[in-house]
């Protein structure tokens, strides 16, 4: 009886040893890479010399190429909401909006003083008129400020002696962008001759209230709505594009964090407080492995690719894909939208730590750090030793 409890104790530590269920901070590198799901597709690849420079090489989605190529072309013709001044130069001796003044001033008698007569400002209606005293209404919408002042001189050459007249925009609400979200000041934004881009609007609202790492830039236009990371917006020239009238351009907090988890000093989640985080970094940040248990030849970080970034990536070097326990297909990647991938990296190797400095986080990436294969034989060890002290503890007391 006692001979066959102990094969069955054995029986049963070796099973729990083989179904996993043994106890521990970090899977090792065969449970990390399974998946029971035969619908979820899954790529593990080897970080070699062309992965790494294909990931080097991949920039993140940027705004549609018809918003790269648009081309603003500052249109200063008047329209209605936009605000005027309107300024009248009479010569002297005339009195139409000028009374006279004392001789002191003019040297002469009834003469008025050649100045400018400055009217109320005229904010331009709906149907496209304002009110000019001894006019009447103009039509001035459509018209450039020199063409309305003409219209305006033209009415006025009847009612006083070589008018001249001077139309300036104060307000053009036809040529504004709308800037708001995390920035020091929101408000409607008006555009120059000289064409604003995106980060103009963000400087003219006062800059992002914290750390432009932490920000993302959501430009609405029409009825197309992309975010962009502030930080993309400022290095990448290309994505730093022309605002157009009517844009609704607006900062917002989307904090960037990464995950490093498994055989490590310090699980933990980890701001991105800086641009860009090596690999090499954020291992260095979680202390690195434990000595004991880590496996070092197993690194791993889990991601999802867009679809034309993936098909590079399994495309460029064949050998670095594994098929043992996923999918590797590669057709119809392009309707996928983004791919989960797992990307593996050997420490225990003199390139693994070139690839680790050349391979770049992204926002809610996740590193695991596999436990050793040895490590998981240890704990089964110990568990036999724990559990056969306790029946040699039993049967001993059995025998008293």
Not at 189 to 197: I, V
Not at 310 to 324: E, F, G, P, W, Y
Not at 363 to 370: E, P
């Amino acid at each position: 009886m006692t001979l066959f409890l102990r094969i069955l104790l054995c029986s049963f530590l070796l099973s729990l040893a083989a179904c996993d269920a043994l106890p521990g901070v970090a899977p090792t590198a065969t449970q990390l890479i399974r998946t029971k799901d035969e619908n979820w597709d899954v790529y593990v690849v080897k970080v070699t010399s062309l992965v790494s420079r294909t990931l080097a090489s991949y920039r993140p989605e940027s705004f549609p190429a018809a918003f790269r190529a648009s081309k603003y072309t500052p249109n200063v013709a008047l329209k209605p909401g936009d605000l005027i001044g309107v300024t009248v130069y009479e010569t002297a001796g005339s009195t139409l909006f000028q009374g006279t003044v004392p001789p002191m001033l003019t040297g002469t008698p009834g003469m008025a003083a050649p100045q400018a007569s400055t009217l109320p400002l005229q904010l331009i209606e709906s149907d496209g008129k304002v009110t000019v005293p001894y006019v009447g209404r103009v039509s001035v919408a459509g018209r450039t400020p020199s063409q309305a002042a003409a219209l305006i001189q033209e009415g006025l050459a009847s009612q006083t002696v070589r008018p001249q007249v001077v139309v300036s925009l104060v307000s053009n609400a036809a040529n504004t962008i709308s800037v708001g979200g995390e920035v020091n000041r929101s408000g409607l934004m008006p555009l120059t001759l000289r064409g604003e881009k995106l980060l103009d609007a963000v400087a003219w609202a006062g800059g992002p209230k914290s750390s432009a790492i932490q920000m993302d830039l959501r430009l609405m236009r029409g009825r197309e709505v992309f975010s962009v990371p502030l930080t993309q917006v400022m290095s990448v020239p290309e994505d730093n594009i022309l605002a157009q009238p009517n844009d609704n351009i607006s900062l917002v907090f989307n904090p960037k964090t990464f995950l490093v988890m498994g055989a490590t000093q310090k699980v933990n989640q980890y701001p991105f407080d800086v641009e860009s985080i090596t690999l090499a970094e954020a291992l260095a940040r979680a202390g690195g492995g434990v000595e004991t248990i880590t496996n070092l030849a197993a690194i791993y970080l889990f991601r999802y690719e867009p679809a034309p970034l993936a098909r590079k990536v399994l495309t460029v070097d064949h050998q670095a894909v594994d098929t043992r326990y996923v999918s590797s297909r590669v057709d119809g990647l392009e309707a996928a939208g983004t791919i989960p991938f797992i990307y593996r990296i050997d420490l225990t190797q003199a390139d693994g730590y070139f690839f680790a400095q050349q391979v770049q986080l992204r926002n809610k990436d996740i590193v695991v750090l596999a436990t050793a294969e040895a490590a998981q034989f240890l704990k089964l060890m110990q568990v036999i030793r724990a559990v056969s002290g306790t029946y040699y503890d039993l049967t001993r007391s059995t025998n008293y």
